[in-house]
């Protein structure tokens, strides 16, 4: 026992300083992809293979000119990079916090003048995807601080699994090892809905795990918040909807953060889980910093790749 | 009329062959011979219907593991009901149901008819449960939502006092229709999907589809691209047996080595995503050959960091195995007996802790493991401790095969291109994931598109193991026996 408790000692504190430093990711961790929008020529390759829908065109003969609607999903997204593949004008990021209050802010869009042979050019107009500091309503706000000051000092987690391939949840496990340690955030998963202030759903919520999450979602006390996990909780990912799932968890039940990724790695949930909360801008030193890229081989233990 | 000449077609792991080659039996003699094999040492792989004008041809597909080579038969097309094969051999009692569920094939004189996971309204179509009658016996009801962070399930124990009587599992809460989304495939969306059939067994799944894809294009991945697949599959076991002592040691309460698991994990995930730029190596296989390479400069990278997770994990496992009071929680605890696994078909780390000799990678080597094999880990208690002692020898034999591996690639490129599958083939992949035995069988139509796709994941065999391992033990012992079989929900599912 002294051995193991010498042993244990020598290793130290392993737990990452994020938030308070920004995420520490591999270089060549897939996240986020980027799309040159001014400078994309040709959406149909990249729609063409993208496995989920996330990214998707839609042509308008006109008058008065006939143009394209281009879209890039961030909530459907498995950042497979396979448009990346085929796309120049497509680059795969590490960038993982992408967690956002509404759905809508997950998704960017841009229009642009159709050529004749089926290219695009001229970019019309773009609207870029709002980021976690998105503005939203005035009683929206109001009731958001509200929640806050309620949940925002210590929160408890009920982790609902309504369908997901069980990589959301070795991820979300992952925020329970010393590397990421939630509870130093006052956060800890509890073990009924009774007794919780978030639920954390995966999906895509099945038709058989329909009833239990509305149940559970009942049995939570009020305030309480719910975010939606990974590409299948935001919007059915990769099986979307069919006669066994129901997709989207905001199709069963109401949504309050969404956290994309397949799977989101631990950066990703914390970022969402604190933004939920509203503890994010309290953390971060600079939250439009870009992600630190990790060094090569001396990565340090809590790096997510 | 049968044909006493009939014999099963033989084929090796990860080949195809012509739809028109699998011998045909009358229904109720092709359950007999495929007794008769199963007699003779075989083992259910897999047993399912195909669709074949008004009626539905049963397929079995055996494995001689002694011999290492696959045997494949089927039924004519037939209707209404069949004499079961569960009544001989139980460990059809599950494809059985599934059939019955999925086409409607009675099995006479199966002795648990009951949904696998139909769905009823909003919620599984589970049918009744076993009861145990008498004055002293309580019921205990679990799930679907589980106290921990785990997937949904439903368990109904009947106990009498502390003791667990019987417990009886129900499924389907998982069901997301995989199988069904497969119908006249592969489509755009089947290689992501393939990786999230059990999104912790996202390597062995991807290399089971695209070997049957392989297989049915009559040809195979480049030799560097099966070294590849071999490497991060046995970086998948690698981090989720490291998981599992963690969480094992997490529920008798001794907190080092669950600690130091939960960090390594990550460590192994992270070399996962060196190799493929994600922590479960999403995107890496494909069919006809792996979507990244690893070069020289990032394999010797991969070399030294796993030389230090290795490192680790020996020591938080030391940890583990020194302290009398973790092993006396989980000896003697949750036992299988070996009679017991060998009828009931169970597979992987869950039958090797049963002292049985059953590894695809040692039985029917495909890919890289025909060239490069490690020795299969067995252990002969079948309770909890050989549980966790067969996970602890294969973290020492998968990283001593790691380090002999990654510094011997071979030469060439990563990806080919792929004919496309033949027509009216039928094509079988098997591969080791980390919970056991993951198969995958295609049969192509006319067009050579998928006709029909089967997937067992290994805890279609194993989760009937946890539930006599429960016999007769606290159920206060439930956590720990779970844990040490830590099977999917989603692979059963589907």
Redesign the interface.
Known sequence: ?F??LR??LK?GV?TTSYPDTPAEV?R???GKPEIDWANWKDARPAVA????GAIECRDEAGPPAATRTATLDLGKC?????CA?VDPAIR?TPQCELAARSRESLCHTARYQLNENGTHQHLLEASPAATSAEAITAVGQELQARIQSVLGRSLHIR????????????????L????YDLERFGIH?V???RHADMLLVTG?V???????LKK?YAATPDPRLVVAVGACGCSGG??GV????CGAVDAVIPVDVYIPG??P??HALLHGILLAMGRLNRYSSDPTAEPKIAG??S?Q?G??? | MMNPSLEFALLANATSILWADVPAWPAAEFVRATATELNRGARLCAWFGVPEGSGTCLVAVLAFDADNTLAVGRSAPFTGSYPSLTVTHPQAHLFEREVWEQHGLTPEGHPWLKPV?R?N????ANGEFFRVEGGEVHEVAVG??H??????GHFRFQCAGEEVLHLEIAL???????E??LTSGPH??T???ME?????T?IAHATAHATVMEALAGTEAPLRAQWLRAIALELERLANHT?DMGALAGDVAFL?TS??C??I???F??LT??I?????G??LVRPGGC?HDLEPARAA?LI??LKTALADTE?AVA?FW??ASVRARFENVGIVFPAQAAEIGLVGPAARACGLVRDVRYDHPAGWHRFAQAPVAVWPSGDVFARARVRSLEIQRSGEYLREQLVAPADGDMRSELAPPAPETFAVALVEGWRGEVCHVALTDAAGRFRRYKIIDPSFHNWIGMTLALRGTAISDFPICNKSFSL???GF?L
């Open positions: 026992m051995e193991t042993q244990s290793v392993v591999s060549r961790a897939r293979v993208c496995p989920t498995i950042f497979c990079g396979l593949d795969m982790e609902v699994d309504a369908g997901s391939c069980n990589g959301c949840e070795v991820e979300i496990h992952g329970n090892s010393p590397v998963f073990a009924s809905p895509p099945t038709r058989n795990m329909e009833l239990a559970t990769i099986f069919n006669y066994a799932t397949c799977p790695n631990p090569s081989v990565s233990p790096s997510a790749a | 996971r769905s309204g909003n919620a599984p679907p939502v106290a921990g962070i785990i997937e949904p389907g809460y998982q069901h997301r229709g995989v069904e989304a755009r969306a290689m992501s999907q999230t059939v059990a999104g912790d996202t998981g080092p600690s130091a939960g960090k994990r990550g460590d995930l992270n995503a060196l493929c730029g994600n922590r479960f999403r995107g979507r990278q030294e960091r020591q940890w020194d302290a999917s929900y989603c599912d």
